[in-house]
């Protein structure tokens, strides 16, 4: 399962944002246009309109440049959107003025900030931004409120090192702490499960997971990859569940390129796969895996051309993303 979950829901952010108003002392001009904007975008986003969401975001930031909530509201729809360069600039931004946020947030924000800093570097992945995102959530986890986030996300840093061993600790605390019943732990032991190739457990804990929190997308995601990648296992069924996933989260390419796999390997429809490798890759560019899926079907299919300028792009973009 990607790192996608931690996101703040539209029902949560007017307290979270509650000094993103107009009325909260801003003033006239760019600057209370810019906390309109910005409040546009928390209604967009708590009505499930991302796209809009981001637009309105950028613009509230771009009129509003000293509002490190801003910022912060920023990295959190890009985050949801899966634009993790976008998510990454803004979070360091946010980080540089943090000190101006008021003094009652200004710690909650600062640890948000870093939180999402490092799980846009592992969305981006790649061996540095590993790093970063393990040297930003190992600080965080001596010092945050938000334990069950930070540990989440160390999990899945140690999960793409390969550390299952540190991984599966990380787990066990959380369980003694939360319980073996919620949400986020059920979800976090089928990802360990999963990586130590366990799929029957795997498969039973996310099936669990979707029992508390039927539209949680990456559960659906993860238990779709279980099926897909058990040996023998039915992946007409994870097709459907891929589906629903991306119903549910329509901006993460990872779902995409399963859905092209299965186009390309149980239908043996490379038109429609291209199609899917495209959207995923459209939806982030720097995805290498994706890409590379293009490249290749493109090329089965005779158009050459186009393969050599997505292997060309590959080559250009995704070393900026390691």
């Not at 912060?72 to 803004?90: R, S």
Request: glycine share 10%.
């Amino acid at each position: 399962m990607e790192s996608h979950s931690f996101r703040v829901e539209g029902s949560q952010w007017p307290s979270l944002f509650r000094s993103l108003s107009p009325e909260g002392g801003e003033g006239a001009g760019a600057g209370a246009s810019g906390l309109v904007c910005l409040g546009q975008a928390i209604v967009c986003g708590g009505e499930g309109r991302w796209k809009d969401a981001g637009e309105m975001v950028i613009r509230g930031v771009s009129l509003s440049p000293e509002l490190t909530e801003g910022w912060l509201l920023a990295t959190l729809i890009h985050l949801h959107l899966c634009d993790f360069p976008a998510a990454q600039q803004e979070a360091i931004h946010g980080l540089t003025i943090v000190d101006k946020a008021p003094a009652f947030v200004r710690k909650e924000f600062e640890n948000q900030l870093k939180l999402c800093l490092a799980q846009a570097y592992l969305g981006v992945k790649g061996k540095d931004s590993i790093e970063k995102a393990l040297t930003l959530l190992n600080e965080l986890f001596q010092v945050t409120s938000h334990e069950s986030h930070v540990t989440t996300q160390l999990v899945r840093a140690h999960l793409l090192q390969g550390n299952v061993s540190r991984a599966e600790e990380l787990v066990k605390g959380l369980q003694a702490k939360c319980g073996s019943g919620s949400h986020a732990v059920l979800g976090l032991e089928g990802e360990l499960s999963l990586a130590q190739r366990d799929y029957q457990k795997a498969l039973e804990l996310f099936t669990s997971a979707l029992e508390s929190q039927p539209t949680c997308a990456d559960c659906h995601f993860a238990r779709g990859r279980v099926l897909w990648e058990t040996p023998g296992g039915d992946r007409v069924q994870a097709y459907s569940v891929f589906l629903q996933a991306a119903k549910l989260h329509p901006f993460n390419p990872d779902i995409f390129l399963h859905i092209g796999h299965y186009q390309k390997l149980v239908t043996k429809d490379l038109r429609r796969a291209v199609k899917c490798y495209q959207k995923a890759t459209e939806l982030q560019p720097s995805h290498m895996e994706a890409a590379v899926a293009l490249g290749d079907a493109l090329f089965t299919l005779g158009d050459e051309e186009a393969a050599f300028k997505v292997y060309t792009r590959v080559a250009s973009v995704v070393p900026q993303a390691e």
